[in-house]
DNA sequence: GTGAAAGCGCTAACAC
DNA sequence: GTGTTAGCGCTTTCAC
């Protein structure tokens, strides 16, 4: 809590509160004397005055305050984003909360409650899952509210994401150039957009390249090594012959690799592997891995962009702009020719 | 903003907004009738009442909110303490704001004004430098703070960090059993503690050992990759012979290990390494790293415990606890014999 | 056990 | 250009 009060700055100064909250507020400045403005900033100054904002949401129903939902910062792919939402953000005069929700509805439920409760002015939301009834509040409370990475069925709200269509389609015209014909997708939760869109940009590659598609889409529960290691386990029961793997993701990715290698199979001499998002250590594997690379980074300062946009325009109708950023294939050591 | 207001909740029921607040308060909920607190909550759930926090704040000035201060959130040794802290807090009820300095005193500064202006009820720093101005302004400005993984010079702060000269001396009790008499010490900045304390414990365990304190510690300029590239480049134009390299973190030890291997040495063949703090991908390096391992969620958590602790017992002096977390060598493939 | 009244620190109409 | 007044939504004495 802050010490030092406007009254006493105005005091200082010689003049009235109102004067003085006028003479500090950059837009009210105008309307102040310029030496009056001088004297308060002066004794603010000297006071060490620090504003209560919590006062001044109070009145102005603004708290200059963004809520950003996460579901597990531990995830490499979480923190880029962060940061590029938080550079944007305090460079705009606003602080950012953060949740981690675990993966967790009821976690979610809660700590959105509760942010609402500190009224943010608005949420960047990393968590949306397909049908997401946490995201279906904040629209129906109409609380500013941008996607961010995951969006839910409909689009109702703004999102920024990467563009994992092309991502796809770059692995698989990959893949097929050296030769590939038996390739595997290791998808995504199908109540997350990106387990759902990789997969239908999976499929329809495969069809762009006359490829039929079997049995060929294998389901994760969740974008984790454990998950990877467990598709791969069942990959490897089905039988299905395959001489390369598209993973939705760098962690599944790697939980697959583990278990693939314990079955005796080397990457890239037996089999053809890539993943996606490229997290900080990929290029440090070995074999290093061939993987689509994302602007996570610029993902999260578009979309606290975004959301600062709808802030200032609030009483404008929200459209639901949706932005997807340029992705990119790394052509790394998990991925060769395809076995004769 | 939350909508529905105390008031209509009161109004609902038919009660005063007096009563509805103490019925909704599970503090002063003693003191109201079993049956109007039925009556009362009945109310707030079917208006969907959100309480608004910071009317509450501004009259009890508490916010329930506590800032957590990190350096750089792509940084893999933090998000696991932020998901600590988080988890923490979250379950006592509190809110977390983040922000993440860029390493950047000034950005600090601003982000931590910005922080106390919005009421927050403490701070958890994990920035501190050996002598950090900003904590200094949160020493003397009496809010409850709590230090992370660093520390400053002067005690007067409960901090919460790891082991370290456990951690160092373990790295040169291996590498001394395993024959090796000439180590090098990648030390971090001086100006974190880390740095510091690292470095005083690997001369110290090197005299333990009887091992000639020689030219043997490198200061790097920050705990990065880049640094330990150009901590290596350094070692090597030095000309000073070495078989093992003790690095104060596992970036450093990376970015050596990278400009070493340019220069032909390869490890554990010609030379032994180990890192500090066990981050998420290390064991899956080849080779992978021998490190220290630290519990780095624990750390958070425990900040976050110490913080809520000083903050429900604020009337009391704070009696700074320094709380040192077990640590742990994990051997794994850059530690072997010494060339003979 | 419940109502009345005051006020947390600030800002926005409205006067002058 | 500056002072006056009222009130954001809540809690908390103090009456009753």
């Not at 698989?172 to 390739?183: D, F, Q």
Request: hydrophobic fraction near 45%; charged fraction near 20%.
């Amino acid at each position: 809590m802050s010490r030092v009060r406007l009254v006493e700055v105005a005091r200082e100064a010689g003049v009235h509160p109102a004067t003085a909250s006028r003479a500090l507020n950059p837009n009210a400045r105008g309307e102040v004397n310029q030496r009056t403005v001088q004297r308060v900033m002066r004794a603010a100054e000297r006071l060490g005055y620090v504003p209560n904002t919590l006062a001044r949401g109070l009145r102005t129903s603004r708290s200059f305050v963004a809520a950003l939902v996460i579901p597990d910062i531990t995830n490499s792919l979480f923190p880029p984003i962060v940061r590029g939402a938080e550079q944007v953000l305090s460079g705009a005069g606003f602080t950012l909360v953060l949740t981690d929700t675990n993966n967790d509805l009821e976690m979610e439920r809660g700590q959105v409650a509760s942010m609402r409760a500190h009224g943010v002015d608005g949420f960047i939301v990393a968590t949306a899952r397909w049908q997401d009834p946490v995201v279906d509040e904040l629209v129906s409370a109409g609380i500013p509210t941008v996607l961010v990475n995951r969006r839910c069925r409909e689009a109702s709200l703004p999102f920024v994401g990467s563009d994992d269509q092309r991502g796809v389609r770059l692995c698989v015209e990959h893949l097929a150039a050296l030769g590939h014909r038996e390739i595997v997708h290791l998808a995504g939760p199908a109540d997350t957009s990106t387990g759902r869109e990789r997969a239908v940009a999976f499929r329809a590659a495969l069809r762009e390249h006359r490829i039929p598609v079997r049995s060929s889409v294998i389901e994760c529960a969740a974008y984790s090594e454990a998950a990877g290691v467990e598709a791969a386990q069942r990959l490897l029961a089905g039988g299905r012959p395959f001489s390369a793997i598209v993973a939705a993701n760098d962690l599944l990715a790697l939980g697959a690799m583990a278990t693939l290698g314990e079955a005796g199979l080397r990457c890239p001499q037996d089999y053809s592997l890539t993943g996606f998002n490229d997290l900080p250590f990929m290029r440090k594997l070995t074999p290093a891995l061939t993987t689509v690379a994302v602007p996570l980074t610029e993902m999260g300062a578009a979309a606290a962009r975004t959301l600062l946009e709808w802030i200032a325009t609030s009483g404008e109708a929200a459209r639901p702009a949706q932005s997807l950023l340029p992705v990119e294939l790394v052509v790394r050591a998990t991925t060769g020719p395809a076995p004769a």
